[in-house]
């Protein structure tokens, strides 16, 4: 069977090659290059399952990386994990608005990274219940084809913000809060700004419509998909 692949993108190979060992050591299958541009080309000529991709590229910055990335039908579909400098939140609320998926802050634990990149490859079966498709008006959740629609529109969503919106609809009327949200994606201790979440939050309502009328905001407490 073939192993995952996964494509790391950092111009310091110090960087390159720290990830790529821990990576390995998981038993992924680890390809890499330093710039932009060979990111786009070995992400449509290699079929990566992920991108783990630094921010601070020469040339073709990280950002406009992720943006191609998910701007072409032929690797849309690749996570993305972002690699931030401290103190980047708003590269992070950029990427996040771009379509990345999760992100770590530098300095940074390879053993971190490589569960990071577990969880969003992880394909852990689920109870039956939670795959029946969710139908509210014209919305159509399908988790077992993590596909979504909006009357006859399929809706492209980020790994997150499918998670989101499944998480949500699944309690119609119930509030959670950012963190019970956050909880219920990644895992607990999983480290977030309140900004990342809401930034998720306003991609989703974009993609489903105009006027957000699926996800509604409880002031000072959190978000609930409408009853």
């Known amino acids: 069977m073939a192993r995952t692949r996964i494509l790391v993108v950092d111009d310091e190979a110090d960087i390159r090659e720290l990830v790529r060992l821990n990576l390995a050591r998981e038993g992924f299958d680890v ?64 990427g996040l608005e771009l379509g990345a998926d999760d992100y770590v802050t530098k300095p940074f634990s390879g053993k971190v990274l490589a569960a990071r990149v577990r969880r969003l490859l992880r394909k852990t079966p689920e109870p039956a219940h939670e795959q029946d498709v969710i139908r509210v008006d014209d919305l159509v959740i399908d988790p077992a084809r993590h596909a979504v629609w909006v009357g006859e529109m399929k809706v492209d969503l980020t790994h997150t913000e499918f998670e989101i919106l499944r998480i949500l609809a699944r309690r119609p009327g119930l509030v959670l809060s950012r963190y019970q949200i956050v909880d219920a994606v990644h895992g607990s201790d999983y480290p977030v700004t309140d900004r ?32």
């Open 196 to 227: 990342a979440v809401d930034v998720q939050i306003v991609s989703l309502r974009k993609k489903l419509g105009p006027g957000g009328r699926y996800i509604e905001t409880v002031r000072g407490v959190g978000y609930r998909f409408k009853d």
């Open 31 to 94: 390809l890499d290059c330093e710039t932009g541009e060979e990111a786009l080309a070995l992400a449509k000529s290699k079929a990566p399952d992920l991108m783990v991709l630094d921010l601070m590229l020469p040339g073709m910055d990280g950002l406009e990386v992720c943006r191609r990335l998910k701007a072409d039908p032929q690797t849309r579909h690749v996570p993305v994990v972002m690699l931030t400098a401290k103190g980047e939140e708003s590269d992070v609320v950029t």
